[in-house]
C-alpha cells in the first residue's frame, strides 16, 4: 500500500485535476497495480454497497489491458474563440442528434437537455437537471411512435428493424441506447477535441507540420487520445479471486483502471510525457480494450479529423489566447470548461 495516502482526495485532490499524469507515474512507480487503504467506490460515487471491497488502482499500460480484456473482471472568424463553447461542446451533439434523427429545429431544446443529462450534478442543478433528463426520455419515446407509424432512413428507424419480425427491439430498449449514445459520444468527443487543440495551441511546429501535409492528422488525433485520454479512469468489479500485477484481487474488490495512466506507462511508450504527432502507432487505451471497446470510435476519429482538417485549412497559425481551464469535478473525465485561442491570418 502506498504511504501517505487516507482517502480519495488525497489521490484526486487540485493537484491532480490541473495535471493528472504525475500522480500516474508515482502510483505506477510505486506498483502498476496498487492497493488502496480506503474505499475508492464508496467516496466517489456515494454507493452503498460493496463498502467492505478491496480498491486497487491500476497505472500500468499492461495491467490495464489485461484487467480490461479479462471478461471476468467485467462488470468560426478570426480572432480569440473559445474552442470549448463556439466548437467541441455543440460539435458531438449535433452530430448524434442528427443521426439519431432529431429534425434541426429541435436541437436546440434537445442539446439543453442532453448537457442536463451529462453535468455533473451540485445541489443546485441536480433536481432540475432529472426533469431535463425525464423530457429527454418523453420526447425520444414520442420520436420513437411517431418512427413506428411512418419509418425514414435514420438511425432510429434503423434500430425499429433491427431485429428482424422475429426479435424486434422493445420500445425502452431503443430508447435507452439512443440516450447511451448521447451519454457515451457527446463529453467524451467534446474532450478529444479540446484536448487535441489545447496541446495544439502550444506548438506551432506541429500546427505547421500538420497544415503541410494533412495525412499526418490521424497520428496526431491517435496521440492526443494517448496523450489527454478523454476517459481518465473507469471501474471494473471482481466477480472471483482474480491475479493481476503479481496481486491476488479478492472477489469484490473494486478495480480502478486508470486508462490514462496506462497510456502514460514508459514501459510501452518511450518518453510518455512528450506529445508526438508523429509518434509510431501503437495500440492505446482511450478506447478501452476488449469486448467493452468503445462503439462510437470512429465516428470520434472522423469528427476530430473533420474539426482539425478544416481548422488547419482556415488557419495557417494558432496561439493561446489565455490560459484554458480544466473541469475539477469528475476523475472520470478529462475535459476543458474554456480554451481561449487565437485563431490569425485566415
Ligand atoms: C473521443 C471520444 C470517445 C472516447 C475517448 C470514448 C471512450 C470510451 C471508452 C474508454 C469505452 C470503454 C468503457 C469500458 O471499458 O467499459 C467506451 C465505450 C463505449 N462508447 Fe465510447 N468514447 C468516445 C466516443 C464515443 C461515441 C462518439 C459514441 C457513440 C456515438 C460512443 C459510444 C460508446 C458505447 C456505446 C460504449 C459501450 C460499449 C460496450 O460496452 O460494449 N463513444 N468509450
Not at 480484456?69 to 467541441?88: E, F, I, K, Y
Not at 411517431?146 to 428482424?164: H, Q, Y
Not at 478495480?255 to 504527432?277: C, I, Q
Request: proline letters at 7%; a negative charge; charged letters at 20%.
Amino acid at each position: 500500500m502506498m504511504a501517505g495516502l487516507a482517502s480519495a482526495t488525497d489521490v484526486f485532490n487540485e493537484e491532480f485535476f490541473e495535471d493528472p499524469y504525475p500522480s500516474y507515474h508515482r502510483f505506477r512507480n510505486q506498483d502498476p497495480v496498487l492497493q488502496l487503504p480506503f474505499n475508492l467506490q464508496l467516496e466517489q460515487a456515494q454507493e452503498t454497497y460493496h463498502d467492505d471491497a478491496d480498491s486497487w488502482l491500476v497505472t500500468g499500460f499492461d495491467a490495464c489491458s489485461e484487467a480490461l480484456r479479462n471478461h471476468q473482471v467485467d462488470t468560426a472568424g478570426d480572432g480569440a474563440v473559445d474552442v470549448v463553447s463556439a466548437l467541441a461542446e455543440p460539435l458531438p451533439i449535433l452530430v448524434i442528434a442528427s443521426l439519431i434523427g432529431v429534425p434541426p429545429e429541435d436541437l436546440p431544446q434537445f442539446k439543453e437537455w442532453s448537457d442536463a443529462m451529462v453535468a455533473l450534478p451540485t445541489p443546485e442543478t441536480i433536481t432540475s437537471n432529472r426533469a431535463k433528463t425525464l423530457a429527454m426520455h418523453d420526447y425520444i419515446g414520442a420520436m420513437l411512435s411517431v418512427r413506428r407509424a411512418e419509418p425514414t432512413d435514420d438511425f432510429m428507424s434503423t434500430l425499429i428493424t433491427a431485429g428482424g419480425s422475429d426479435e424486434p427491439l422493445e420500445d425502452w430498449e431503443i430508447t435507452s441506447f439512443c440516450v447511451l449514445l448521447l451519454l457515451a459520444g457527446n463529453e467524451t468527443t467534446r474532450n478529444l477535441v479540446s484536448c487535441l487543440m489545447n496541446v495544439a495551441a502550444d506548438r506551432p511546429d506541429t500546427w505547421r507540420a500538420l497544415r503541410d501535409d494533412r495525412s499526418l492528422i490521424p497520428g496526431a488525433i491517435e496521440e492526443s487520445l494517448r496523450f489527454d485520454s478523454p476517459v481518465q479512469i473507469l471501474n471494473r468489479w471482481t466477480t472471483e479471486d482474480t491475479a493481476l500485477g503479481g496481486h491476488l484481487l479478492p472477489a469484490g474488490s473494486n478495480v480502478a483502471v486508470a486508462y490514462a495512466g496506462g497510456n502514460r506507462d514508459p514501459e510501452s511508450f518511450a518518453d510518455p510525457d512528450r506529445f508526438l504527432f508523429d509518434r509510431p502507432a501503437k495500440q492505446h487505451l482511450a478506447f478501452g480494450l476488449g469486448i467493452h471497446f468503445c462503439l462510437g470510435a470512429p465516428l470520434a476519429r472522423l469528427e476530430a479529423s473533420v474539426v482539425l482538417d478544416e481548422l488547419l485549412e482556415r488557419y495557417p497559425s494558432i496561439s493561446r489566447a489565455a490560459p484554458a481551464q480544466f473541469q475539477r469535478m469528475s476523475r472520470v473525465i478529462r475535459g476543458l470548461t474554456a480554451l481561449p485561442i487565437d485563431f490569425t491570418g485566415r
